[in-house]
């Protein structure tokens, strides 16, 4: 699919406040995505023409990034950690049941469509291991009945508000929004969180993660949600959206700097 | 490190001390100094990306040695390296283990097995064993890039050369790594192919075999070959190749890096246009016609009944009934001696080599010439030209990189967007015939106020920024359009001459058309650059020649306008095939009809031959010594490798054997001779004697006319060292043999004529009023086209494209059509029903076509510009 009228102006938004319209190509690809759930051939196609570039370069792009999809995927991606702390308290057990139960290998998709389970790396909630996140919102701790409990919340829909639809990257729209003002707020937004390391640089020796900067919510817009990081919740409880604020940040950060 | 004055900087090499350039790398300086340091990804000619990690080497730095790629880091001043140590060793041992993990070694089936880079550095740098036991990565193979490339993903090593090759130097970024980890993959966009008319290149860049030239797959084992260096003669532009055959076929070409020239570059066409040399359907025996039919005959007949046509019209009507069209095709001997034969013995001038897409002889020889290293350092290049991508291909990627990399800035003048208009600092789409309007208000002192010649004010203003202030501009000179007259262009180049230290790069890509020139194989001139009355006296006095004609013949428009009306009773056709060939082929077949005895001295029976009545078989490429010239002027020699097909025969024996049947004397009787002549008379190859062109140290050839000095002495540096792994295949390529056994003469004590000075023509009579509802015409040449040659290539005769209507979307909306719609195109000529195609490229009020049937049907070259309309069918 193209991407729509909507989607074409958040990308021209976006090829405008960087130097070159390349750089754009990521934070587009999560829009195409969003739309879609995953990179069409035809919205490869389109991002290509939006940004000047071959259809291969976007694809070669593309396919680097595991979290960017040149496959369809299911309305739900259920990505199971196996990485060092979740193996150690039972994630390829989870990674099996959820193999059985859905009836997919990692990699597949069920046949409604519902669900695409995948294996994982560490996902950086190792405090809560085994875990997994499902459309990049995570739940911790998750024992073989929380998996089946999950699996029917996201079936029934009773878990709408906290697991959006597949590919969207929540923190992306939010930057976006602030952006859309074009280049001088984008600049504005850069100047703040310039001003706010200057003001207080990250203790680098601190256990704890640094918070990472992020640009202020546009006015009229839910403040992020507060860092409940380190609290255990019981799973199908929506785990903090902060955590894929964070990965969404490293990815904006490293997108910047190209 | 403090800003250095010297040149040089010094580094240590292995405990040699050597100059390096500053900026170079280290890979680069070391080899220089005969340390070769083994790499995969590294190419002299594109940016370094430090892929591989073959090329690591010990590097003191502040902290001690540390391993280095040579390949990526730059030289610095006391720089000390250790290419051999064991830590090098062992790093070396451990990347080619590494690379080999997932390689599968299948060299017994492998194209590129025996001329292998990593078969190579293996065998020299590598551990010979690998500790790896596990199961490889297994792709399908091979797989189809392209209508030319197969790519095994199996044996890519991911050097990333393919890759860079397509984005950074063709410009065509589509094939990328795919993947990541050890899930990469070369590859393109699903269903969208690796269409790069550069495709090849990466066949032979590839330092495995893992990208694979499909007409040569499993062809030839490479210690089979024999070769020999020799250049291209598909287009002008002159790429050195090796040329590689085994048991008289030709199997492939390989490019070689002349760096005046082509950089190691060749175009699809050029590479596999080896193809037409091997075919079937080549002439191998004369044909005489009787009757209705073409049969075969002994050389004794055939010429015989040439010998009678030609005398019987000399005798009865004059020599100037006698009419020369082509010669473009043949090397300069060749050229030298037709030029004779028809000058000289047979008394005509109706001489050209130029089929109608040319320029006058005296306009390209004489307008101050530009190399093309000229043109690409620059302060300002101008495009009047066609589009370099279709008919220069190469000339395209030097120009290109001198835009991109270089940052010359370019401004073409061009009826429709070319390959090169989006390097281009501004394109000035004109309205076919008023080049000459906007040449003068791009040079004007005032700005421009109103548009001009369909050019807007803000187009021309930054046209006119991006050229100002530039002292030394080059501009690349051909035809835009075969659909506007040449006196237009001509009129446009003469304004244009006019700047300051102006300097002009032909863009006519016929073959050897620059050496036609030089020759005489053009109305109004004598070989050596000189016009027939200036050299006159010259040639018929000390330089060999029994007669000069009294006035200057016509081209090949008029040439073939009085053929038609039964003015030429005898036309030769050397390697010329006007009925397909000339833009205006309604006239070319009533010529070839018309004229009273036809003879065509060809390698194929192409459509006009058929209708002669007698046909030569003529040598082509590889089956014969010689030289050629290329756009710039460069004479570089020609490679034989096979012999032709039957009893072909090279075309200047042809011309020693017709001239004796004819009761004249060409006076030589080898290629040899023919060269020593050309150097003895022609003012413009005085000093290229065949001893200094088959010195090493000119291996890329020589400019002429030489500087006198360099004529006097040879250069004596030799040739850089040629990198292995930058062109795998041609470690040790010959030169063609030379013979000094025959000394030349040495040149009388004569005033030698003075070369051809360009002057301003006058301006070209004006243009008809173009009427609302009608377009005018431009007619453009792709690279693939329906000739002879493209079409017996099998690998490149699939790729011509069926010609579209192109028109601006504003033109083709009032129709109510867009891309994929039939139109109708009607012109007072023709009228007939094609695609058509919105390009925006194209002007508003312009509509463009390839040339083909049928643009070959609506040309009329008695008119300076063609107005068609479009309609609805
Ligand atoms: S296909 Fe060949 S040139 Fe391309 S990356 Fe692989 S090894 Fe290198
Ligand atoms: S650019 Fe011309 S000379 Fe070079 S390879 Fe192509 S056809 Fe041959
Ligand atoms: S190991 Fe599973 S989240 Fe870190
Ligand atoms: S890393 Fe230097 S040659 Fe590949």
């Known amino acids: ?258 | 490190m403090a800003e250095s004055t010297t040149e040089t900087v010094t580094i240590t090499v292995d405990g040699k001390q050597v100059e390096a350039k500053p900026g170079e790398m280290i890979i680069a300086a070391a080899e220089r100094a005969g340390v070769y340091i083994p790499r995969f990804c590294y190419h002299p000619r594109m940016r370094p990306v430090g892929m591989c990690r073959m090329c690591l080497v010990e590097v003191t730095g502040p902290r001690g040695p540390v391993l280095t790629p040579a390949c990526f880091v730059p030289v610095a001043d006391g720089q000390e390296i250790v290419t051999d140590s064991p830590k090098v060793k062992k790093a070396q041992d451990g990347v080619l283990e590494f690379l080999l993990i997932n390689h599968p070694l299948d060299c017994p089936v492998c194209d590129k097995g025996g001329e292998c880079p990593l078969q190579d550095q293996t065998l020299a740098f590598g551990p010979g064993e690998s500790r790896f036991v596990e199961e490889k990565r297994h792709w399908e193979k091979p797989i189809s890039l392209s209508d030319l490339v197969y790519l095994d993903r199996e044996r890519c090593i991911q050097c990333d050369r393919c890759t860079r090759f397509a984005d950074e130097v063709a410009g065509d970024p589509l094939i990328e790594f795919v993947g990541r980890g050890d899930h990469i993959e070369v590859n393109t966009f699903p269903d969208q192919p690796f269409s790069s008319y550069f495709s090849g290149n990466t066949v032979q860049l590839c330092p495995v075999g893992a990208l694979l030239a499909k007409p040569y797959r499993f062809k030839a084992r490479p210690w089979d070959l024999e070769q020999v260096e020799s250049t291209c003669t598909m287009c002008s532009f002159g790429c050195r190749v090796a040329v590689q055959s085994s048991a008289n076929q030709l199997t492939r070409y390989i490019g070689i890096d002349s760096d005046p020239v082509n950089h190691g570059w060749l175009c699809d066409k050029g590479r596999f246009s080896y193809q037409w040399v091997n075919s079937e359907e080549r002439l191998s025996a004369p044909l005489v016609r009787k009757g209705d039919e073409l049969v075969e005959a002994s050389w004794g007949e055939a010429l015989a009944a040439v010998a009678k046509g030609v005398k019987g019209a000399i005798d009865v009507h004059g020599p100037s009934t006698v009419a020369v069209l082509g010669g473009a095709r043949l090397p300069n001997e060749d050229q030298y001696a037709w030029a004779k034969l028809a000058k000289s013995v047979i008394g005509t001038d109706h001489v050209d080599a130029q089929m109608g897409d040319g320029l006058p002889a005296s306009v390209v020889l004489g307008l101050p010439r530009a190399t093309i290293d000229e043109a690409c350092a620059a302060d300002a290049v101008i495009l009047l030209a066609p589009d370099v991508k279709e008919v220069l291909p190469v000339l395209y990627l030097r120009l290109r990189s001198a835009a991109v990399d270089g940052r010359v800035p370019m401004v073409e003048l061009s009826p429709r967007s070319s390959g090169l208009t989006r390097y281009c600092a501004a394109s000035l789409g004109y309205r076919p015939g008023e080049a000459a309007a906007v040449a003068r208000a791009l040079v004007a002192n005032q700005s421009p106020t109103a548009e001009v010649g369909g050019v807007s004010v803000e187009a021309l203003t930054a046209a006119r920024q991006a050229i100002g202030g530039a002292s030394r501009v080059v501009v690349v000179l051909g035809r835009p359009s075969l659909a506007e007259s040449a006196e237009s262009v001509v009129e446009a180049a003469a304004v244009l001459a006019g700047l300051p230290d102006a300097r002009f790069l032909p863009a006519l890509s016929r073959s050897n058309v620059l050496g036609a020139l030089d020759m005489g194989l053009a109305p109004g001139v004598l070989p050596g650059r000189v016009a027939l009355d200036a050299g006159r006296a010259w040639w018929s006095q000390a330089g060999a020649w029994s007669s000069v004609p009294e006035t200057a013949g016509l081209d090949a428009a008029g040439i073939l306008r009085d053929a038609a009306v039964g003015k030429i009773q005898a036309l030769v056709l050397l390697g010329a095939d006007p009925a397909t060939d000339f833009p205006d082929r309604e006239l070319a077949r009533q010529a070839v009809v018309g004229a009273g005895f036809v003879v065509a001295v060809d390698t194929f029976l192409n459509e006009s031959a058929k209708q002669a009545d007698v046909v030569l078989p003529a040598a082509g490429f590889a089956e014969r010594p010689g030289t050629t010239t290329n756009i710039e002027g460069r004479v570089t020699r020609l490679g034989q490798k096979i012999v032709p097909p039957g009893t072909a025969w090279p075309d200047w024996m042809i011309a020693v054997e017709l001239a004796a049947r004819l009761g004249g004397d060409l006076g030589v009787e080898t290629v040899e001779g023919l060269w020593d002549e050309i150097v003895q008379f022609a003012p413009s190859h005085a000093g290229a004697s065949r001893a200094v062109l088959a010195d090493r140290a000119h291996r890329d050839g020589l400019v002429l006319p030489l500087p006198f000095a360099a004529a006097a002495e040879p250069a004596e540096e030799p040739a850089e060292p040629m990198d292995p792994t930058a062109a795998p295949g041609i470690a040790a390529v010959e030169a063609p043999p030379a013979d000094f056994s025959t000394a030349p003469a040495a040149v009388e004590k004569m005033e030698r004529p003075g070369m051809i000075e360009f002057r301003a023509p006058a301006d070209a009579a004006p243009l008809p009023q173009l009427d609302s509802y009608a377009l005018r015409l431009v007619v453009t040449k792709p690279l693939y086209d329906d000739g002879t040659l493209v079409q017996h290539s099998p690998a490149l005769a699939g790729l011509a494209r069926e010609p579209r209507v192109r028109a601006n979307h504003y033109d083709l909306d009032r129709l109510g059509l867009g891309t994929g719609g039939r139109v109708r195109v009607q012109s007072p000529r023709t009228s007939f029903v094609a695609e058509a195609e919105v390009d925006d490229g194209v002007p508003r009020g312009s509509v463009a076509l390839t040339f083909g049937e049928h643009a070959g049907a609506l040309i009329d070259v008695s008119q300076p510009v063609i107005d068609v309309r479009l309609e609805t069918p």
Not at chain 1, 22 to 36: F, N
Not at chain 1, 57 to 74: H, I, K, Q, R
Not at chain 1, 110 to 123: A, K, M, Q
């Open chain 1, 1 to 258: 699919m193209r991407l729509n009228a909507e989607n074409v102006q958040r990308a021209r938004d976006l090829i405008a406040i960087y130097p070159r319209p390349r750089s754009a190509l990521i934070p587009i690809l999560h829009i195409a995505q969003e739309q879609d759930g995953w990179l069409t051939e035809d919205a490869m196609e389109h991002v290509a023409e939006l940004l000047g570039l071959t259809s291969a370069e976007v694809y070669g792009t593309a396919s680097f990034y595991d979290m960017l999809f040149t496959e369809p995927v299911g309305r739900h991606l259920v990505s199971i950690c196996t990485n060092i702390a979740c193996l150690l308290n039972g994630g390829y057990e989870l990674l099996e049941h959820a193999e059985e139960t859905l009836g997919v290998k990692p990699g597949g998709t069920t046949p409604d469509g519902e669900f695409t389970l995948e294996e994982v790396e560490c996902i950086a909630d190792c405090g809560r291991a085994p875990c997994l996140a499902v459309n990049w919102r995570f739940f911790g701790n998750v024992t073989n009945d929380d998996f089946d409990t999950l699996l029917g919340d996201l079936r029934s829909g009773a878990l709408r508000e906290t697991v959006p639809p597949h590919g969207t990257l929540n923190r992306v729209r939010r930057d976006l929004t602030a952006w859309a003002g074009g280049v001088p707020a984008a600049q504005a937004a850069r100047q703040q969180v310039e001003a706010k390391w200057a003001a207080a640089p990250p203790p680098v020796s601190s256990p704890a993660p640094a918070t990472p900067p992020t640009p202020p919510p546009p006015p009229g817009q839910a403040p992020a949600i507060k860092d409940d990081r380190g609290e255990r919740q019981p799973a199908s409880q929506p785990a903090s959206e902060q955590a894929a604020d964070q990965a969404a940040t490293v990815e904006d950060k490293g997108d910047t700097a190209k």
